[in-house]
């Protein structure tokens, strides 16, 4: 059975946890048990995903919203009960914000692009002044309708859609979860449609004005992408049982 802090050191240098600046205190958040017999992956650092995961026997829970971030928040109320809980358990929490969504192989975004069957051609969505999305061209044109139809179906997401841009696309960029953000990167690089999770107000008139496409198909969705790849690497490095908690909020 392998260490704690083994997968810690493993997943700190893969996700090159230290490089990125955000406001996520990413790496080991709470420390349990030394030895791990079980690895289990959630979008969110819940109480339902906690639980979920002490019923399946795990002893570490890895996640990509954790509980730990700028600025500093008093131990109490909600975060107190979590932080019971995964104590009185022995459950370790690692979190990978921005080194999730920005990972080259298992990243959310080359995860979405993916999905896609888009070839990434460049890095995109500026973030903290440095980008954690691509950018790139579908193998095949095709519809934006279809476009958001198949992404709805694989990630079994309800999408929501401003089509604003050319009926027929190719070019996509693509930034997870809350990356309605970089919509004005996506139209003054001349992309047809921007995928990304989280509806933002704010995005409506830039991308009618800019003549863009715009497929928010969820936070959540697009951030078990990721999850799901690392999932994979860990359970191959390490020989350890591991599970993925699905708890969709719907948004």
Not at 82 to 101: E, G, K, Q, T, V
Not at 128 to 139: A, F, K, T
Not at 178 to 183: D, L, M
């Amino acid at each position: 059975m392998p260490k704690r802090d083994e997968i810690v050191g493993f997943l700190d240098g893969y996700l090159r946890v230290r490089e990125w600046k955000d406001d996520s205190h990413n790496g080991l958040q709470v420390a349990g048990d030394e030895t791990v017999t079980k690895v289990a992956f959630a979008v969110d650092a819940c109480m339902e995903a906690f639980r979920r995961a002490a019923d399946s026997g795990a002893d570490m829970l890895i996640v990509h919203h954790g509980l730990f971030w700028s600025p500093f928040r008093p131990v109490s109320g909600i975060l107190r009960e979590r932080l019971l809980f995964l104590l009185s358990n022995s459950i370790s929490l690692y979190a990978a914000h921005i080194p999730l969504d920005a990972h080259p192989e298992v990243g959310n975004n080359a995860q979405l692009m993916k999905l896609l069957g888009a070839e990434i051609r460049e890095k995109f969505g500026v973030y903290h002044g440095v980008p954690i999305g691509y950018g790139g061209r579908l193998q095949d044109p095709m519809s934006a309708e279809d476009l958001a139809v198949m992404i709805g179906g694989e990630l079994d997401s309800d999408v929501r859609t401003l089509m604003f841009g050319p009926q027929e696309v190719e070019r996509v960029a693509v930034v997870s979860g809350g990356g309605a953000f970089a919509t004005a990167e996506a139209v003054e690089k001349g992309y047809h449609v921007f995928v990304t999770g989280e509806v933002a107000h704010e995005a409506y008139h830039i991308a009618k004005e800019g003549g863009l496409n715009v497929i928010f198909a969820g936070h959540y969705a697009t951030e078990t992408t990721g999850l799901k790849a690392l999932m994979n690497v860990v359970a191959e490095r390490f020989d350890v049982d591991v599970e993925f908690i699905d708890v969709p909020t719907g948004l």
